[in-house]
């Protein structure tokens, strides 16, 4: 499977984005799916995750309560809406997939990445 990132841009502290991720050339409902961000000069951080039915759910302390993680396995698409944005918040914002029913939280978990969208929060 491939995927495709969409949707990061340039928005205002306090402000709201949602990013995409579609999914192509494989079975969409085979993956667990997650979103993870890396900052220049940092590690790539988990941010958010979620089971192949879309059921459960996990997300970063930073990010509980801002942001959301969903799928749309009709459309093979993830989702990440984002709310209450920070200038912390600045990186590349990157979706995977892992083989299997339940999310996972690691970088090292996942084997499929798609190209990253930058969201920058100007403060």
């Known amino acids: 499977v491939q995927l495709q990132a969409s949707g990061g841009g340039l928005v205002q502290a306090g402000g709201s984005l949602k990013l995409s991720c579609a999914a192509s050339?494989?079975?969409?409902?085979?993956?667990?799916m997650g979103w993870f961000r890396q900052a220049p000069g940092t590690e790539r951080d988990f941010v958010a995750s979620i089971s192949r039915t879309g059921g459960s759910t996990s997300y970063a302390d930073s990010m509980k309560g801002r942001f959301t993680i969903s799928r749309d396995n009709a459309k093979n698409t993830v989702y990440l809406q984002m709310n209450s944005l920070k200038p912390e918040d600045t990186a590349v914002y990157f979706c995977?997939?892992?083989?299997?029913?339940?999310?996972?939280?690691?970088?090292?978990?996942?084997?499929?990445w798609g190209q990253g969208t930058l969201v920058t929060v100007s403060s």
């Open positions: 050339g494989g079975t969409f409902t085979n993956y667990a």
């Open positions: 995977a997939a892992t083989i299997g029913p339940y999310f996972k939280t690691r970088p090292g978990e996942y084997s499929i």
